[in-house]
């Protein structure tokens, strides 16, 4: 079954600090996997696709087939980087994306 | 484009009474989606269309949720009688082609049942 962990419902951290919220995925093939962002009293936004290999306000993420992982990471967090974070998967027939549960991140100074 | 429009944005409504809530999608996307957000579940996925069809509501959590797309740029998302269970934040979704560039999320609605 296709399915996406992230199994931190609250990160805190210190300004400057290293950032690392973790997703794991259960999926068959080569899966499609997504990081969407959601500020206080905002819609959810697309923050980055893993197929992009692209850095979005300084945010990476790295897809490991081998441990089935997608963390997203940021080498220094900012106060404003505070948000709520879902990992999403894209379904086998790659029409409609599986969300995890989402981990809060707290940057504080 | 103003994007995915949802309304109302709050919805508080008494157990047992009909909720509507209403998504207009972006326009020439062919898919929509409907999510439900909770502390508990995260984002869940209820249903989806494409062209205005309904490919898939196994998500749909019981016989007093249903889902209607009439035409391209409107759905509704209907629950007859409503339970305070039911409380959640109600988002509508949409993208051009599935997956392929992500989705453009509505502002969601916030429905409170008392």
């Known amino acids: 079954a296709q399915r996406v962990t992230q199994p931190e419902k609250l990160l805190s951290v210190f300004k400057g600090a290293p950032v690392e919220l973790k997703c794991n995925y259960s999926?068959?093939?080569?899966?499609?996997l997504f990081w969407y962002v959601q500020y206080s009293r905002q819609r959810l936004q697309l923050l980055l696709r893993?197929?992009s290999r692209e850095s979005i306000k300084g945010f990476t993420a790295d897809l490991n087939k081998g441990e089935t992982s997608f963390h997203l990471k940021k080498p220094f967090a900012q106060e404003e980087d505070s948000a709520m974070y879902y990992c999403a998967l894209g379904n086998q027939a790659g029409t409609a994306l599986i969300f995890g549960k989402g981990t809060t991140l707290s940057v504080s100074s | 484009d103003a994007g995915v429009i949802q309304s109302p944005r709050h919805e508080v409504t008494e157990m047992g009474q009909e909720v509507t809530l209403r998504c207009k999608p972006i326009?020439?996307?062919?898919?929509l989606f409907w999510y439900r957000q909770t502390m508990m579940r995260g984002l869940e996925l209820l249903i989806y269309f494409n062209n205005n069809v309904p490919i898939d509501d196994s998500g749909m959590p019981e016989d007093r949720f249903s889902a209607k797309m009439p035409n391209a740029s409107f759905s509704t998302l209907k629950i007859q009688p409503s339970e305070p269970r039911d409380s959640a934040v109600y988002f509508c979704a949409s993208s051009p082609q599935g997956i392929a560039y992500g989705y453009t999320f509505g502002s969601g609605t916030r429905l409170t049942v008392v």
């Open positions: 326009s020439g996307h062919d898919y």
């Open positions: 999926y068959s093939g080569s899966p499609e």
């Open positions: 893993h197929i």
